[in-house]
């Protein structure tokens, strides 16, 4: 704990050929091994990682998925669904995402895939098999 | 296809392609990445 200014630790390798890792955690329990969090601020990220150049692999998942804990329809998370309503329709054609993970960002990038294995669990599909094919969003 | 309303929006929104073809109960995952 460092109540000042600086780090609260530090680990270093300082020998190129050492191939371990500077840093290793592991567990038994069912906690993560390494958890990361912020507390107050807001800025900033709770865990950052820095390749030695920008063609190099920054993370590296050696083994095990992604997970976006509680993504769902519209939820705050970084990945979400776009369940397109009567009230996100406004014309022809174009859906409004109010979600707060992308609004006001402009300079944000959006990643989008119809997901044709239909909406969310408890939702009846509403689309033509026709119509499914031809919608195109992402690009 | 997607698209930024700028202000008083500040929204995005999504965009058929074939203009007559977005019905309601679409659904679409969406992923965000900023800068």
Known sequence: ?139 | MVHYYPAPDNRWALIAVDLDDLEIGEAFTVMVVTP
């Open chain 1, 1 to 139: 704990m460092n109540t000042g200014s600086g780090r609260a630790g530090f680990f270093q390798i300082t020998a190129p050929t050492n191939t371990s890792n500077a840093l290793y955690s592991e567990t038994d329990g069912a906690g993560a091994a390494v958890y990361a969090k912020k507390i107050i601020s807001t800025g900033g990220a709770a865990l950052r990682v820095e390749a030695a150049a920008n063609t190099a692999t920054a993370l590296d998942i050696v083994k095990g998925g992604i997970r976006v804990e509680g993504a769902g329809v519209n939820t705050s998370t970084a990945v979400f669904t776009h369940l397109t309503t009567a009230a996100s329709v406004l014309s022809s054609g174009v859906s409004i995402i109010d979600n707060p993970m992308c609004n006001g960002k402009a300079n944000a990038m959006l990643l989008v895939t119809p997901d044709v294995s239909g909406p969310p669990t408890g939702r009846t599909p509403s689309w033509s098999t026709t119509t499914r094919r031809r919608t195109t969003g992402g690009r």
